[in-house]
């Protein structure tokens, strides 16, 4: 990753219902729906989902943006497409939380 250009990272956390399991991986994973939307911007950057090892059915995901305004222009341009696919995938987990959004720092030559 090139520590050099801007980055954004957004990370959520999901507590998933057993029986939604599948569906919650295709439309989180690499191939899945939010990963559709989100590419529709320049700006965007990927996505990573990880599962929980230990707690079953425990997901983040890792969203990956130039900066936190690129996000929030995606999201004022593509509101109605954004909030119908959250609404959608609101069935598939008990519980979602945003859990942090950070920002790359100047990388130091102290490394």
Sequence with gaps: ??????????????????????????????????????????DYRGSQLLGDIDRPGRYLTFDHWTSREALRQFKQTHQADYEALDKQCEALTGNESLRGE??????????
């Design 1 to 42: 990753m090139n520590t050099h250009s801007p980055h954004y990272l957004v990370i959520w956390e999901f507590q998933v219902h057993p029986e939604a399991k599948l569906a919650f991986e295709q439309a989180y994973g690499p191939a899945g729906d939010w990963v559709r939307l989100f590419s529709r911007s320049s």
């Design 102 to 111: 950070f920002e790359s720092l100047s990388a130091s030559s102290s490394t």
